[in-house]
């Protein structure tokens, strides 16, 4: 499967990423690092995400603070 892991740098995204990409493509997404970047605050940000990305099969949302 192709997942998209939003917020993959931080701590809980970090532990998804690593435990799903044992069996699956992982595209990291973050504010400032990942494979794609994303502001989530601004709905064409996320919209220039998903057409750059094209078709993913699973989104893991772990954005925020822990």
Not at 18 to 36: C, P
Not at 52 to 60: F, Q
């Amino acid at each position: 499967m192709r997942i998209l892991v939003v917020g993959a740098s931080g701590t809980v995204g970090q532990a998804a990423v690593n435990e799903l990409g044992r069996r699956h493509e992982i595209i990291k997404a973050g504010r400032s690092a990942g494979d794609v970047t994303v502001d989530l605050t601004r709905e064409e940000s996320v919209r220039a995400m998903y057409q750059k990305l094209g078709k993913v099969d699973a989104v893991v949302s772990a954005a925020g603070h822990v």
